[in-house]
């Protein structure tokens, strides 16, 4: 959780739009792509889409919303493994 909330903070526009709250929650994984699910207070928990860049050897937060946040950006066989992407 961590490593994705640090990722999450080194993205300025995608920590501006999102309210992390207690941290992330509900982690999933599959071939370079993860999301995670903020958990902000009063607010509808958002989710986030981070990648993982292999020269870097890091992961950065890509994008971020409360739908849609996979759609176009997503490999579609992908995004049936990841949490938070089939909306």
């Not at 640090?6 to 920590?15: D, L, Y």
């Not at 992961?59 to 176009?72: I, L, M, N, P």
Request: aromatic share 6%; net charge positive; hydrophobic share 40%.
């Amino acid at each position: 959780m961590a490593t994705l909330e640090k990722a999450f903070k080194a993205n300025p526009k995608v920590a501006a739009a999102i309210v992390l709250g207690k941290g992330l929650k509900d982690v999933s994984c599959y071939e370079g792509w993860a999301t995670a699910v903020a958990q902000p207070t009063n607010l509808e928990p958002a989710t986030v889409l981070f990648k993982y860049d292999s020269a870097k050897k890091a992961w950065a937060a890509v994008s971020g919303g409360t739908d849609g946040v996979c759609r176009d950006t997503v490999p579609e066989d992908v995004a049936t493994h990841l949490k938070g992407c089939q909306n």
